[in-house]
Nanobody
Framework: QVQLIESGGGLVQAGGSLRLSCAASGRTFSTKAMGWFRQAPGKEREFVATVSWNGGSTYYADSVKGRFAISRDNAKITVYLQMNSLKPEDTAVYYC?????????????????WGQGTQVTVSS
């Protein structure tokens, strides 16, 4: 069992930056791919970024490529999402997720564990 707790969300102006953290519990964190998803009001949850079990591979949604960076620290059992050049359309609840698959994976159905989410609001 893996429990995930996100933090770092908040209100920021367009062009600003935020760093989300996802602290995990459980001894198998280091063998799991991790991902970030987001859900805006009235929209379906969408993939943002994923990192493989050892941090060696990453994959991003086109909408955030070049602006966001996902990373992980297995010693601290934490995954991060650095978000730069934020836009109002990045406003959403951001969710951290863990998959039993070890490589990068972008489909939500492949993720077995989910956090409660953290709100990110970007003002124009």
């Amino acid at each position: 069992q893996v429990q995930l707790i996100e933090s770092g969300g908040g209100l920021v102006q367009a062009g600003g930056s935020l760093r989300l953290s996802c602290a995990a519990s459980g001894r198998t964190f280091s063998t799991k791919a991790m991902g970030w998803f987001r859900q805006a009001p009235g929209k379906e949850r969408e993939f943002v970024a994923t990192v493989s079990w050892n941090g060696g591979s990453t994959y991003y949604a086109d909408s955030v490529k070049g602006r966001f960076a996902i990373s992980r620290d297995n010693a601290k059992i934490t995954v991060y999402l650095q978000m730069n050049s934020l836009k109002p359309e990045d406003t959403a609840v951001y969710y951290c997720a863990a998959s039993d698959i070890m490589g990068v994976v972008s489909t939500s159905s492949a993720y077995d564990y989910w956090g409660q989410g953290t709100q990110v609001t970007v003002s124009s």
